[in-house]
């Protein structure tokens, strides 16, 4: 700490490991002073005699709380208080209480928080409401390495970055306003008819986000198979087997599928035509984050949420840049041969830096994408520690290959397509064969390109098929989305942004509208959509968040101002609760139908229970995993709290049979996966069970 | 019976019907016009095709047909037996 007549410079860092990194850094000797001021690790540097009072926030200290009491809407007013103030849970208190006693002392202030719109949020709500100040500095960077902190500080600009935070206080805002007004407002729709509370809350941009999930389960609820045919034929090309494909690749009825075997059943063919062609393929683009993370979905399944949780420890540890990024470039003033010198250090990319390093091209492949404020995601080159989780140095891994990857050379992919003619009918055998590896080299772990090997043949050159046989199948409904996807759709549709989508989807979930790795909506969030789809239709429909997302670019760029901008909002958002007013009974009647309708299709009783013998045994799906099992319903029956439960098996239909289980007198379910459907014990462990894994059906 | 009930619910989910004289609400009417247009497209794949094979066919699918389209038919399968 300062000593007590001192002034000094404070700094606010937006987290404790990113103040020690920014400390470390700063100070001259690289050992700062730290204390300990409420438990808040405080660290003071000496630079250029100059005394930096380096202090953490732990993200947001403040919120928006309305302003009056009453629980109604429209609720228009706000003011930002502390977070501890109204959520007992917060763990912020402590935070708020260094800033305040370190403030008397504080003759400037520079602001260290992540350089993006939240970032500029955190700084300037502690530096107003808590520094009492309305002006400071700011420090711009994408790592947390010495280095860039330092060329930060000494770069560092002399005010606030306008446009990030009126972007930012405006996505606050409007979040505040939509959120806290449509949730109260189908909240007491369903009180005043149904006279019972129920939070129903629902986001501007979850509302959307819900509705894709359940018009797409809408689709699959009515879908049925319709048969086609394709024609399967292999032939025989240099004593090699290799599959051929007919030029229509689906055919609509049986009778022309029989036609063209039959009129091909001689089984002998020419060659009619031979293309070739060579492919240049030029390096995956580098990593932002949504790339990022449907990388990290493909192949370790990590979810978005869970990929930039993993990433922002990684970034913090200082091993790569900023996460939260929409950019696919790497300016050359990244310094990329001393990021690829230094990853030499490590064993695993030793050898690819080298060759890199020694063909010196350090210009870096690069995508379309932009970021007005950090560049693509990238390794900053610094040894990974042994503190590392499995997961962080999986993620690790597929970021440095990637930026390996994008000084690689292009590959070469050689294709070859044979067209064989076969009485008027054609066929085709594909090959193709990589010649060149290039940057696939440096990315194979994570990248595969097919090699089928097709000899050379000449033209009119005799062709015998093994087989050409007419093929029977049936169309399958559209997949439901995974995490993965649903985040494509909403950075398809423009609605949240690269640094929020992740999380609304993990509200989704926390709320129980959706459930299962395969996302399913739940009855409550198919009766909630279907609700507002009929009714007020605004609230889920992409346009109108879709509109908001482009209001705040515009502050950013100064296009509008932020009063306006909210002004305006406000009247809007007035109108349109005005308009929900006058329907509220309607939507309040029509939500508690579908609310029992839905109570009653998420419990399907499978028969009494065998502890208790009073409860019944239901079906109940976790809210926080996804995961289904059997429960006893008098579980929440405090003077019974019967704790029985089965674990079920994660897929197919379960529904109720009446029967009991000849073994163990417990009951049986029916268990329905595709076309196959059996009767089994609830209880996985009883001796039957073992009898359908041998015997498969036991009864149908 | 015939009740007033019976005229406005749907028989199979209970929900409000659009009309009273619409067979079923607004989603298994759907699912039967779905069905329907199934059948048209499966005749027209086989060429020769009866509605009971129809039925006993997608019957077969489990989960791949659509549960709503699933319920209209073991609602009129039902009711044709009593
Ligand atoms: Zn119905």
Request: glycine share 6%.
């Amino acid at each position: 700490m300062p000593s007590k007549s001192e002034t000094y410079t404070l700094g606010i860092a937006e987290k404790p490991q990113a103040a020690k990194r920014i400390a470390r850094a700063l100070d001259e000797k690289g050992k700062p002073s730290v204390k300990r001021l409420n438990n808040v690790p405080v660290y003071t540097c000496t630079r250029n005699e100059k005394k930096i009072v380096v202090v953490p926030a732990i993200g947001h200290l403040f919120t928006l709380k309305q302003i009056g009491k009453t629980w109604n809407y429209p609720a228009l007013d706000y003011e930002w208080v502390p977070t501890h103030t109204v959520d007992k849970t917060a763990r912020t208190k402590n935070f708020v209480s260094t800033f305040s006693s370190l403030r008397k002392k504080a003759s400037n202030v520079i602001i260290m928080t992540d350089y993006d719109r939240e970032g500029e949020v955190i700084g300037y709500i502690i530096l107003k409401y808590l520094l009492k100040k309305n002006q400071a500095e700011r420090m711009k960077f994408s790592t947390l390495t010495r280095w860039d902190i330092l060329e930060a500080y000494d770069n560092r600009e002399k005010e606030l970055n306008l446009g990030f935070l009126n972007s930012g206080l405006i996505r606050h805002y409007i979040d505040w306003l939509y959120g806290i007004n449509y949730s109260r407002a189908l909240s007491l729709s369903l009180k005043h008819v149904a006279e019972k509370f129920k939070t129903i809350s629902i986001g501007r941009v979850q509302g959307p986000t819900l509705a894709f999930v359940v018009e797409k389960e809408n689709y699959i609820n009515l879908f049925v198979p319709k048969p086609y045919w394709i024609i399967d034929s292999e032939v025989r090309v240099n004593k090699e087997t290799c599959p051929a494909f007919y030029e229509k690749a689906r055919i609509d009825t049986k009778k022309e599928a029989q036609n063209i075997v039959k009129e091909c059943n001689n089984l002998i063919g020419a060659v009619k035509d031979v293309e070739e062609n060579q492919k240049n393929i030029p390096p995956r683009p580098p990593f932002n984050l949504s790339d990022l993370q449907r990388e990290a979905y493909k192949h370790f399944k990590f979810s978005p949420s869970k990929t930039l949780d993993f990433a922002e420890v990684l970034y913090l540890k200082a091993l790569i840049s900023y996460p939260r990024t929409d950019s696919q470039k790497l300016p050359m003033t990244l310094g990329h041969k001393r990021i690829l010198t230094n990853l030499t250090k490590n064993g695993s990319y030793k050898t690819y830096c080298i060759e890199i390093i020694e063909r010196k091209r350090f210009k870096p492949f690069e995508g379309r994408k932009k970021d007005a404020a950090h560049p693509a995601i990238h390794p900053t080159g610094n040894l990974i520690g042994e503190n590392l989780s499995l997961n962080e140095k999986k993620l690790y891994d597929l970021i440095v290959k990637r930026y390996l990857a994008v000084f690689g050379e292009r590959a070469k992919q050689v294709n070859k397509n044979i067209v064989i003619n076969i009485n008027s009918h054609h066929f085709e055998i594909r090959g193709s064969h990589i010649v060149k590896e290039g940057w696939i080299k440096y990315y194979k772990t994570y990248v595969s390109y097919l090699d089928i090997f097709i000899p050379d043949l000449k033209l009119g050159e005799k062709i015998f098929f093994n087989f050409i046989n007419e093929k029977e199948h049936f169309t399958e409904p559209t997949r439901r989305f995974n995490e993965s996807t649903l985040l494509k759709m909403m950075e398809d549709e423009q609605i949240g942004t690269k640094a929020t989508r992740a999380g609304i989807i993990k509200t989704l979930f926390g709320r129980g509208y959706v459930v299962g790795s395969v996302i399913k909506p739940t009855p409550l969030g198919m009766a909630v959509i279907e609700v507002l789809q009929k009714h007020y239709p605004i609230i889920v429909k992409p346009d109108m968040t879709r509109n908001l997302e482009l209001l705040m670019e515009n502050v950013q760029e100064e296009k509008t101002s932020v009063d306006e901008a909210i002004l305006s909002k406000k009247k809007e958002l007035k109108d349109m609760l005005l308009e929900f007013h006058k329907k509220e009974s309607e939507i309040g009647i029509a939500l508690n139908m579908n609310l029992l309708t839905s109570e009653k299709k998420s419990f399907i009783n499978l028969g009494a229970c065998p502890e208790c013998k009073v409860g019944e045994l239901r079906i109940i799906h976790s809210k926080k995993t996804g995961k289904r099992f059997i429960a006893c319903s008098s579980y929440k029956n405090s003077s019974i709290k019967c704790e029985v439960t089965y674990p079920l098996p994660p897929y197919g239909e379960i529904n109720r049979t009446n029967k009991i289980c000849q073994f163990d007198g417990l009951p049986l379910m029916e268990w329905k996966r595709g076309r196959k459907k059996e009767h089994v014990c609830i209880d996985f462990h009883c001796l039957s069970r073992k009898e359908v894994g041998k015997n498969g059906n036991k009864t149908e | 019976m015939v009740t007033k009930q019976n005229r406005i619910l749907c028989p199979i989910c209970k929900k409000t019907k659009n009309k009273p004289k619409d067979m079923y609400c607004n989603k298994h009417s759907l699912a039967q016009k779905s069905l329907k247009k199934g059948y048209e497209d499966w005749l027209k794949a086989y060429g020769i095709m009866s509605w009971d094979e129809y039925i006993k066919n997608i019957l077969d699918f489990g989960d791949l047909l659509g549960i709503l389209v699933r319920e209209v038919v073991e609602y009129e399968l039902y009711f044709k037996l009593n």
